[in-house]
């Protein structure tokens, strides 16, 4: 799209290239009651995308369980969601896309996903003390072009958050990263973000007090990411490239600079009504939002925007994403507290306009009005779609495994597996990520949930002298994309409860969920259908697991050229720990450990990474879950972590048992420990040693326990009704696995060099 | 304030140092922002990592101009204990109180891992707890620490045992010269150096090793004090 003068007249054309239907702009004209202006025109369309408005998911979303004891600010209500933790303090997190922006420049996209998604958090009042990033992308291997594309686009997200989270100096501590064809040409880049805060620090996106005067703060304006928001509203096409403009670029410097002067700043409560960060559609979604949660109006002069280019539009100045910029409502009479503070941090901050008692949101541009829209229409009354959902026909493809031979190198089998990109150990990554600053990461990446302490200091400047007080958190993102495709309600129920149980592995009871539904185009009814159902199955979990939605994110139209993406609801759950004893984390400490199994053997190889990798094709059906004896396989576990008698836990997910008994050798920071295993037991229910060693079936970890605490160890759990059982014991440089007809055998320095320098080769190549 | 930690633009360990120095440590510790003039009553100055004006032009290029870079150059012309800890040390080399410089790392590309150090100069205020050749483990964070210096200087360097620690056991993430991790000014009261020790302080996050430098540090002042009250 060309540049557009301010007086340019609105015609059809024009209304549909900003991807507004005719219906929506009837309903535009109904709403003001006249022609829109160019400038008009350009507000509702970023507004009124799905990006923003949500217009398709809304009734979908709304099945989320949104309530709790704990939840202090809900889901939808602002920024982010806010759980209190107790004591006094609280947490603040959500979840974020920034797909498109990273498909096409992935460096860039990526860092300013980052960004966003910090200032999403510290817009709440909280500090920012975490990161985690849920990452999907085609397959990496061999030497195709696609393979290659795949490889830059990974090299480029990682470099982008590496330079953004490192800089502004809030650790990445946790994620995923899955590969995947489906995700050729539309990598998912979903960035999670946590911060604490004082219930008194809590900070809302309200503009209210008829006169407050309303501040920029933050970098100047310039036309980068012009309406990015529609830009993530539409399906990537070859022509996406043209759409470069509309990715920002990121300054994690200023974004440093803005963080620390709003917390200074929010220090001073008397002197703030309302915050609001300006990411997805900048200026025009911080104004209107603010106005309609305060139920009032605001104006604003776009001649006293900061800004670094020239003669730009009042319609450029409304719809661009630069970044690092913020909306500050002030208390009239307090503005010299918020000029002294931001001056001391070298940013802007300048009063651009007034909230008003009219409910309007009015636009000045060079002495003229630009904009009189109503600010609460703009902001609540997008349309909302019922979009039709129609399962696939014939629904998931069902193979019978068995129709495929056993491979007779099943000790090659697990080689392969541990080398596929999406088990491989992901250090090449995370070694790039700062993961320690803020010295509190007390379980690095690497393990089921990165574990973080956060201090809960009295208010002041200064931590006191001597002894500090903690609280612990586990976070952790998860999602299997092959087990949604194959049925996304049981595959949306599988995410949480694979969360929670990375949680109970590391010793945390999960206190809340964020999400971010990655899905195709919701105008087709079988897409639509996957997010409904995915949907359905993520409620039916935080139900199961007594945990509220906390808010998070949707993103639609992931499709290349080649088709849609997996269904991706990427889960973001955050635990807490009650005591920091009951850490746990997922290797062998030591030899001479019993090592038990939860959850029982399990059972067929549909939705297995194993089908895939070795089978060499994607096999239903996806596992089922019973989230009633999930939640009593954790809390079962937990009880006996609390209980001191667990020195590792370890959940099974891709690779199954196989890959997990694997990882548990060769996953931590010293030499290996390996294992005597014997699954014999396993195999008369089930039949092939591949499906005991390599099925996906839910609810199973892997734990160790001293042998002086095993039999009380077994007698809880199986009081409880949770299958245990013991399968071998911990020690040795070789992980054996016994079966009736003979023994598997790995020497664990030949597994961990498979699995740790896997990624590093591929990457190289 | 006896422990001063400066907070430039862009600063991100200094957090940090403070919790080590207040919190764990009991020492009387706060933040100098960079545009003051004066370092008050400090008896020891930290310069903390992090992304000092986001690094931009150079690591520590920027930040070396800051008002507050004079008092520190003439602390440590005093005889003072300055300390730069990752960008701290890039600034402290920038501003010409230490030797040589620290480009991008040998990979290109920034680490953060744990590394094992070696100690070679036991006698420097910020070694006095340690043993020649004793192995510290601590972590690494950045994407410029690839240490160098010319020829002649290195030489001179190594005679004056101005090389504090080296990465051993294999583990120089960066590709810097003669392993270097760390080094001092010729008088031996400035020190640089690239690992974190403020983030191997506490056995819950894997190593205390780190304490050892604020300890060594913490007696070289207490011997400075009792030094001025028995009139030396």
Known sequence: MGKIPDDARVTPELVASHGLTPEEYRLILDILGREPTITELGIFSVMWSEHCSYKSSRPELKKFPTDGPSVMVRAGEENAGVIDIGDGWAVSFKIESHNHPSAVEPFQGAATGVGGILRDIFTMGARPVLLADSLRFGDIRGKSRKAAENRRLLKGVVGGIAHYGNCIGVPTVAGEIAFDDSYSGNPLVNVFCLGILRHDQIRLGKATGEGNPVFYVGAKTGRDGLAGAAFASRDLTEESKEDRPAVQVGDPFREKLLLEACLELFEHAESIVGVQDMGAAGLTCSTCETASRGHSGIEIDLDLVPQREEAMTAYELMLSESQERMLIIARRGHEETVRRIFAKWDLDAVEIGRVTGDGLMRVRHLGRVVAEIPARRLAEEAPVYHRPARAPVGGAERYDYLKFPEPKDLEGALLKMLEAPTVASKRWVYDQYDHMVRAGTVVLPGSDAAVVRVPTDPPGDLPPVGGRSFKYLAVTTDCNGAHCALDPHEGGKLAVAEAARNLACSGARPIGVTDNLNFGNPQRPEIFWQLRRAVEGMAEGCRAFGVPVTGGNVSLYNESPAGAVDPTPVVGMVGIIDDPAHITTQCFKAAGDAVILLGGAGGGLGGSLYAMEILGRRLGPCPGVDLAFERATHEGLLEIIRRGWVRSAHDCSEGGLGVALAECCISGPGAPVGAQIDLAFAEAPLGRRDEVLFNEASGRIVASVPEGHLREALSLLMGRGVPACRIGRTGGDVLKIGFSGGRLSWSVARLRDAWAGALGRVLRG | ?232
């Open chain 2, 1 to 232: 304030m006896k422990w001063a930690v400066l907070q430039f633009p862009g600063s991100n360990c200094d957090q940090d140092l403070i919790h080590v120095l207040r919190s764990v440590m009991g020492k009387d510790a706060a933040y100098l922002w960079h545009k003051e003039r004066s370092l008050g009553d400090a008896e020891v100055v930290l310069v903390p990592g992090g992304f000092s004006y986001g690094d931009y032009l150079r690591c520590g290029a920027i930040a070396r101009f800051s008002p507050v870079m004079k008092a520190v150059g003439e602390f440590a012309s005093r005889g003072g204990f300055v300390m730069g800890i990752c960008n701290g040390f890039q600034i402290l080399c920038e501003a010409g109180l230490l030797p040589g410089c620290l480009i991008r790392n040998r990979e290109l590309r920034f680490v953060c891992r744990e590394v094992a150090l070696r100690v070679e100069n036991a006698g420097l205020p910020f070694t006095g707890r340690m043993k020649p050749g004793q192995v510290l483990r601590m972590p690494v964070a950045h994407g410029e620490g690839n240490y160098f210096a010319d020829a002649e200087t290195l030489a001179r360097m190594e005679r004056g045992g101005q090389v504090v620690f080296r990465y051993c056991d294999g583990t120089n993430p960066n590709g810097s010269l003669g392993d270097i991790a760390g080094v001092c000014n010729e008088r031996g009261n400035v020190m640089g150096l690239m690992p974190h020790p403020e983030r191997a302080a506490e056995p819950i996050l894997g190593s205390a090793d780190g304490r050892l430098i604020f300890e060594g540090l913490a007696d070289a002042v207490r011997a400075r004090r009792a030094a001025r009250l028995s009139g030396d």
